[in-house]
């Protein structure tokens, strides 16, 4: 066997934050290497390297033995590397063959020749046994086909190295088998294949090697013969640090009747038979990967979405709640997963961002007080302890962090009975994220029942008094939080789960 | 020589149009010195105010996001409506109420179009003005209607304490407006919705109902120009209004007001009608060329209109 691509030492840092660590990583021609870590492991970044999309801090890449600077992604797909993203690059209004080519039309005289790229394009169509209509447009096309164009699009630039980056998130069981199938004929063709999920099941279906990240380093590489899906969880896992955290205080009180019941919620497509209560004072936590169905069940429950079907209980009775209008008048509070484009509005005054709920107590003879508003604020920055110069100023001009608490702010002055945190801590600092959490802690304190989602599942430990489990849409368990570790939080999001009634385990 | 004017609070784009607009005043009067006559005042005043109170209602359509471009066609057919009224001898206020309600009515319509069925308001306002146009050819068969009734021509051409009525009017327009948007949940709502629909929606904000009510206020008081034009002029004819839609949104964008919704002031809005008028007065004045006046005001929208844009986009690369 052969080297195909070799990385020595690769090293990548934004600003003073270091994502990959000393990263030697080396593939073979025609072998299928699964690359696997929690979110934020280095994966994506370790692919934006190999594939030219931003250049390495330090550290020395080689290919087919030589040694290789990877510029730009034009740059990769001439020396043979070629990216299916999770989010397809094809142009939708475009034909198949018009997507096809795009870039690298072929011309005959100065002109398209369109006989040409027709005969290449069945050329390949049958070399690799897909059958797709050259003139239908790519936005008739299923996900899948769209990907199948892609791929042969790959092959026929003569890629030696493929990666795909969670090809099968919106593909159907029958869908998959057909993509598993065009892989194994790759790998016949002595082609090489990076391939990024989060579907352990995958992995062990077409991989033939292993490698698992965590924290900008890699633990190990591993043939898939020697793993089974819980020591690749603990691998991802890694050892999980007990030390550093403010204890958490729990406030929950289970002999009172349930906030929040929610029954068999359903949203064809995006989750399915979702249920769970959350008692007075409790942070219930969810834990599960991106793209498990999170925001979406929380979505539903505040009236952002529909949902297809579902019951939804306050206080024992039912709610119907059709608008987040509704949730707010319910008392039901969202504080969404993205703050810049869902939590604020950037451009405007970071003391009317932290009114907006409350507008109708910030009146004096029925006009609207800035002095009220201003006060409001003020409490807030204080309470939330934002860092800011002049609350008259935009929004826009603070830090992720104190963004992130303005959004919080708007919630201050309302009556809540359950708030919801989606994602509050991405992308800030650490000494934010610990506000947020003894945020969450005291709203808990004063008996409002906390939804609390994030990737990152330590976090998740530190502040919930319950955990409930998501895998690819379905709720598959609810542990109480007692001696939990990351691993085992890990090896339930991630393994494939037997019984999914969710007994006591 | 760049000196650099700008503290926390005080933006030169903020108030560059209105030292602009002090400028131009000062070399227009030195130009011509009857320009700062208490008569060439009061005339420019009156000539400002009918597109003036269309432009009132448009800030708060631009601030939400969207534009109007049926006003000028919705003054037309509410000219029209009350002057075919009053030639049947309907009782004034029952008129005017009757001219008011149509410019509402269609000012929903435009709002539910745009909220509704999320189409974007340049094309729905667009149809609108059409049907509109056909409208009035119907109303009207295509002919003027002229009609002197006292206690109506007051509306336009009468004064109280010397002032225009049409002024009084436009200024009691600007001083609600200015309520709304400063004082009122509704006006806050329209920012945010402009700045932020996603963002407005998770705040329990109900942007339709936010859309649909600006419209209807730009519809209604596009109505009131319309009558104020009828009334100043003894008619109502097919194509009063025709360009009305473009000097109002040019009045308050060259005011300062943002195109892409979520900022803006009415206040700016007047400062940007009367540079208009001023331009317009000035170039009378001093008897420049009507066509090269066209090319010169063109100009100036671009010219307001890509300072704002060029700064923003030199602000996100930087």
Known sequence: ?505 | MMVKLETKHFKMSDYGVLIGFIVLCVAVGIAAPTFFGARNILNLLRQSSIIGIIAVGMTSVIISGNFDISVGAIAAISGAVVMKLLGNAVPLPLVILAGLALGLFIGVCNGVVVAKFAVPSLIATMGMTTILNGAVLMVTGGYPISGKYDLFDYIGNGYILNIPIPVIIFALAVAGMFFILRSTKFGRYIFAVGGNEESSRLSGIKPDRIKIMVFAVSGMLSALAGIVLSSRLGTATPVAGAGYDMDAIASVVIGGTSVLGGEGSVLKTVIGVLFMSVINNAFNLLGVDVYFQYIVKGLIIIIAVGADSYSRKKAMLA
């Open chain 1, 1 to 505: 066997m052969n080297k195909l691509l070799s990385l020595k030492k690769i090293c990548k840092s934004f600003g003073p934050v270091g994502v990959l660590k000393n990263v030697d990583f080396s593939l073979e021609r025609g072998e299928v290497r699964a690359l696997l870590g929690a979110n934020g492991a280095g994966k994506s970044t370790l692919i934006k390297i190999i594939g030219g999309v931003i250049p390495q801090t330090s550290g020395e890449i080689e290919l087919n033995g030589q040694p290789a600077q990877i510029v730009s992604p034009i740059d990769a797909q001439r020396k043979g590397i070629s990216i299916i993203h999770q989010e397809l690059s094809v142009i939708p209004q475009l034909t198949v063959l018009e997507n096809f080519f795009l870039g690298r039309e072929m011309t005959k005289n100065g002109v398209l020749d369109k006989k040409g790229m027709i005969q290449r394009y069945n050329e390949i169509c049958s070399e690799m046994g897909f059958d797709i209509p050259w003139r239908v447009r790519v936005r008739e096309l299923s996900i899948a086909k769209r990907q199948m164009v892609e791929i042969m699009k790959a092959v026929s630039c003569d890629s030696e190295l493929i990666i795909m980056d969670e090809p099968t998130t919106s593909l159907t069981d029958n869908e998959k088998k057909n993509l598993f199938q065009i892989i194994h004929s790759l790998k016949a063709k002595n082609k090489t294949i990076i391939y990024i999920s989060h579907m352990l099941e995958e992995v062990f279906e077409v991989c033939d090697n292993v490698t698992v990240m965590l924290g900008g380093e890699i633990v190990g590489n591993y043939p898939i013969g020697e793993l089974d899906q819980h020591r690749i969880a603990e691998l991802m896992a890694g050892e999980t640090l007990a030390v550093g955290h403010d204890q958490h205080v729990s406030h929950a009180d289970y002999s009172k009747t349930p906030v929040l019941e929610v029954k068999n919620l359903s949203h064809a497509g995006k989750f399915q038979d979702v249920s769970f209560t959350l008692y007075p004072g409790e942070i219930l936590g969810f834990a599960g990967l991106v793209g498990a169905g999170r925001s979406e069940i929380v979505r539903s429950i505040f009236g952002a979405d529909r949902c297809t079907d579902g019951e939804i209980l306050l206080d024992g009775k039912p709610c119907a709640i059709h608008s987040p209008a509704d949730a707010i008048r319910n008392g039901i509070g969202l504080i969404p997963e993205d703050r810049k484009t869902q939590g604020l509005v950037l451009k405007q005054e970071i003391y009317k961002n932290a009114t907006i709920l409350s507008l109708d107590a910030m009146k004096k003879n029925h006009m609207l007080n800035k002095k009220k508003e201003l006060d409001y604020t003020e409490k807030a920055v204080e309470k939330l302890t934002i860092k800011v110069s002049d609350i008259q100023n935009r929004v826009r001009s603070l830090s992720g962090g104190n963004q992130q608490k303005i959004v919080v702010a708007k919630w201050l002055g309302k009556d809540l009975r359950v708030l919801i945190f989606d994602e509050p801590t991405k992308g800030i600092d650490v000494r934010a994220k610990e506000d947020i959490f003894s945020t969450a802690e005291q709203f808990a304190a004063k008996g409002v029942a906390v939804i609390f989602i994030s990737s990152d599942l330590e976090e998740v430990l530190r502040v919930s008094d319950r955990i409930v489990m998501i895998h690819s849409g379905k709720l598959i368990k609810v542990r109480k939080n007692e001696n939990l570790t990351v691993a085992d939080l890990m090896n339930d999001i991630l393994v494939k789960q037997t019984i999914e009634d969710g007994g006591a385990k």
